[in-house]
Each structure stands twice: as C-alpha cells, then as structure tokens.
C-alpha cells in the first residue's frame, strides 16, 4: 500500500479556513482564476476561470440545473439571448431604476457605492480612503448599452442585460403555449449578466461580468406566501446538501421594508459569511404580478393565464430564486479550504497540508489514477485504468513524483479520490483508495471499482 504520514487532520487555518489573499493566489497558481487580459494589465471587473475553475463552475451549474430542472415536473429550462428589445429593460423598470449611488472623493478621486459606505463615512461625508470631502451622491445607471447594426445612434441602442430574469418573463407565453405545464410551475435559466458596478473588489464576489442560475416560479395570486416560504428551504438546503456549504456560514437576512422594491412583497438573501462579512449570496424574491403586468402594458397585449382547473383567468403572482454561480465559485472555494497541521517534519516544524474540502460531485477532477511507480508496467496499467474511469468521472493521471507530494497536489485542488496502482494490483488485482479528508486507504478490489466510487460521492458527508 502507498505510504503516506498520517495524523489526525487539525485545522490551524482562521475562522472562514480562508483568507482572499490566500483564495486568490491559489487560484492562479493551479489554474481556477486568472486576472482578465493579463498581459495587458488586466481589467480589474472581470476574470478568466482557467482548466479547474471551468470545471468548478460547470460542475455546480449542472448540480443546479440538475435540483431545479431535472428533479422537479413542473420545472423547464429556457437559454435566452443577452441582448434582447429595449423595450424590455424600459418594462422592467431597469433604465428609469437601476442605478447605484455615486459619490466621489474630490481629494483622492476614488469612487464608492454610497450604500456601501461605513455609517462614519456617510455621517461625516468623509472619504474612507484618505479622509477628503466627498461629493454628493448621483445616481449612476448599472446597464451596460452598446449598438445594433452599423450606426451608433439612439435608435440603435440596446443594453447587455443586467440579469437573466426578464428573458424569462418575456418567454412566459411561449413556454405555456408550447409546452404543457400548468400553474404553479417555473422556467428556470443560467447565463451571462453584465452591471457597470461602480466597486468592482473582493475577488470575482462583485465584477461587471458575472453569471447567474435564476428561476422564476408562477403561482396563482393567494398562494405566493407558501410557495415562498418552501423556496426559501429548498434554496438553503441546496447549498447545504449538495454543494456540501458549512451550514454554520450559511444565514437569512430579510430585506427590511426600506430596501424592498414597491412591487415586491418580501424578499430574503442568502447570505456567506465571507473574510470580509456577511453578504448576498442568493436572493428569493416574492414579485406579485409586477413582471408580466409590466410587460402585458408595454408589448400592448395582457400576458395572463387561463387556469384549467376553474376556468379562471389571471396574471400569475412571481416567486423569484436569483443564485451567483460566479459567487456560488467563491464560496465554494472559501469554504473549502483548509489548512491543516498533519504532523512534524524532522525538523520539527509543523507539515501543513492545504487542501480543498469540495463536495465530490463538484470536484474539478473526481479520482486522480497514480502508479506508485513508473516501471515494471505499472504505469501501462494505471494508464488503461484511468481511460476506463473517464468514461463515468472527471479523472486525471499523474506519474510524477513521490506518492505523498502527487497526494498533496490533489488536495490542494480537492480531489475527493486516489487511485494507486502498485505490484498488487498486476498480482491479486488491487488497488489502493485513498480519501482526501480523512487521508484514509482502503485496498479494494479493481473489480467493481467504478461502483464503489459512485457509492462514495453519493453517501458523502464532510468532516
Ligand atoms: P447588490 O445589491 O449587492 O449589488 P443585488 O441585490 O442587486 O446585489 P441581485 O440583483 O439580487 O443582486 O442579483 C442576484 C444574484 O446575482 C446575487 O445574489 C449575486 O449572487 C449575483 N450578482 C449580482 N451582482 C453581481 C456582480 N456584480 N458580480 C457577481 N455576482 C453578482
């Protein structure tokens, strides 16, 4: 069997196991993250995720894909385009309110969000920064705009759209006209949104081109409340149970009535306690018939529902779950990472181990094949071995190095699971698994192995 020094894992990392220096280096360095255009200087608002954080990020929108649209009936996905009729965004209420407060320190020149402000900063009307006088706030619209067709004037001006939700809503006749879903049901999307946030920092938290995974469940107006109510449990549970959250940085935080939009109802976040705070993570909004009565007015024509169990014709009532994937990339990552102690080299210093607690199902790479070594055919097997787990995992082989540094190269990008191939496995045909959090090896049988790991991802439980 491989050997590996083995301790009793103990965590010395802070409270969050992350900091954002930390998260952001290690991103670079393996391959999540990279600064966009880097070699140009990068463009601060906006980030390319590289080979494992395009993993990452598809892994958890096919986790989400998969709660929301596969798992329910009365669910159904729609892919609608980024940049659609002006009119929707004056509809929607986007290009008369969808601005953020500016203001503007007039020694230093630095921006912020007046929202954001510490309550010091807002009273003294100081800035945080360098403590010059700051301007008054004006009110700045997040929509990006650009050009359709070949001249630039305001005729051709339509916007990259500021958020997923009003492609669905514009969809909503279509999608009951053609499919044959009956209320309550949801339309359910994942895309690109673009904001011309004012503060773009902490990482890819808050940047100017993000993505989101929104849907939009239709009720019968009376019957909002409850679904609400087991939205706002789904939504958590979802983190919690399949991206594998800590419950304990997981909170809800209503919208106080100040903060809620007039047409809405109630509204709720989710929110991470990330190394700078507790902030939004995901939004459940209770909408009314705010979305597709605007629309009705301004396309002209009402968009309502005829109900086939009472015959009753309505505008159905909005209940609304707005999810970051790019944010949900963040916390996934915070939330992961550990450092920890797990012995003594011979000098006595602490052996610190970092290593990525990802939920296996939505691990870049799911099971690392490794040949203990390169000769003697082992690594010919481990090779055949890994070809044939591609076809049901996400898998990577590696022949390079000592067993225990490959071991900790997969820990560092979570990989929940390590396959050694070693003279046992040519002889009795046995392998060696070994588990990321607990460093535990198992010898089991090739035969049946792809079932075991399954069987592993499915009865998972973080430590
Ligand atoms: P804020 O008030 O912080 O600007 P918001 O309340 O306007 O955000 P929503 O419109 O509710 O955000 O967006 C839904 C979700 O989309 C958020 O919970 C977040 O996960 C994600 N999101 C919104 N803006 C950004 C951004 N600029 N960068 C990354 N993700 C974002």
């Known amino acids: 069997m491989a050997k590996e020094k083995k301790a009793k894992a103990n965590t010395i990392s802070n409270e969050h196991g992350a900091s954002m220096d930390k998260i952001v280096s290690l991103c670079k360095r393996r ?6 255009s880097e070699i140009y200087g ?8 590289g080979p494992l954080g395009v993993e990452l990020k598809k892994n958890i929108q096919n986790a989400w894909w998969t709660e929301m649209v596969r798992r329910h009936d009365n669910i159904v996905g729609l ?3 980024i940049m659609m009729h002006p009119r929707t965004w004056e509809a929607s209420g986007h290009v008369e309110n969808f601005s953020d407060p500016l203001v503007d320190c007039k020694k230093c020149k630095s921006r912020f969000r007046e929202d954001h402000l510490a309550p010091e900063a807002l009273e ?8 010059g006088e700051l301007t008054e706030p004006r009110q700045f619209n997040l929509m990006f705009t650009t050009h359709m067709g070949p001249v630039a004037d305001s005729g051709s001006v339509i916007y990259l759209r500021p958020e997923t939700a009003q492609g669905i809503f514009v969809n909503f006749k279509n999608v009951v006209d053609t499919t044959r879903v009956q209320i309550p049901f949801g339309i359910a999307q994942v895309g690109k949104a673009f904001r011309n946030e004012i503060t773009t920092k902490n990482f890819i938290f808050r940047t100017c081109e993000f993505e989101q995974m929104e849907m939009q469940y239709f009720v019968k107006p009376g019957t909002e409340d409850e679904s609400f109510e087991e939205w706002k449990a789904a939504r958590m549970a979802w983190y919690i149970d399949r991206l594998g959250i800590n419950p304990d940085r997981l909170r809800f935080e209503a919208h ?5 939009a007039h047409y809405a109802k109630a509204a709720f976040d989710i929110e991470y306690e990330y190394p700078f705070g507790w902030q939004e993570l995901e939004g459940i909004h209770s909408r009314t018939d705010f979305d597709l009565g605007r629309h009705g007015e301004y396309c002209g024509k009402e968009i309502n529902y005829l109900d086939p169990t009472d015959n009753s014709r309505y505008v159905p009532y909005v209940i609304e779950t707005s999810s970051g994937l790019t944010r949900s990339v963040l916390v996934t990552l915070m939330d992961a990472y550990h450092e920890e102690k797990i012995g003594e080299d011979k000098n006595g210093k602490d052996d610190i181990r970092t290593v ?5 199902s939505i691990a870049p790479i799911t099971v690392a ?5 390169k000769k003697d055919g082992l690594a010919e097997l481990a090779q055949g071995l890994e070809k044939e787990l591609r076809e049901d995992f996400a898998t990577f082989y590696d022949q390079g190095g000592a067993i225990g540094r490959r071991y900790r190269r997969m820990d560092e990008i979570g990989t929940p699971f390590c396959i050694t191939v070693d003279y046992e496995t040519k002889e009795e045909k046995t392998v060696t698994l070994r588990f990321r959090d607990s460093m535990e090896q198992v010898r089991i049988p090739l035969d049946g192995l792809a079932e075991r790991i399954r069987k592993e991802i499915r009865n998972y439980k973080r430590v």
């Not at 106080?256 to 809620?260: H, I, K």
């Open 79 to 81: 892919d609608a385009a």
């Open 42 to 49: 990068g463009l601060s608002a906006t980030w390319d995720y």
């Open 124 to 131: 003294s009307k100081v800035c945080p920064e360098c403590g």
């Open 356 to 360: 990525l607690h990802f939920h296996p």
């Open 31 to 36: 391959g999540f993250v990279y600064p966009s």
């Open 256 to 260: 106080g009535p100040d903060e809620l």
């Open 369 to 373: 094949v490794l040949p203990l070594v």
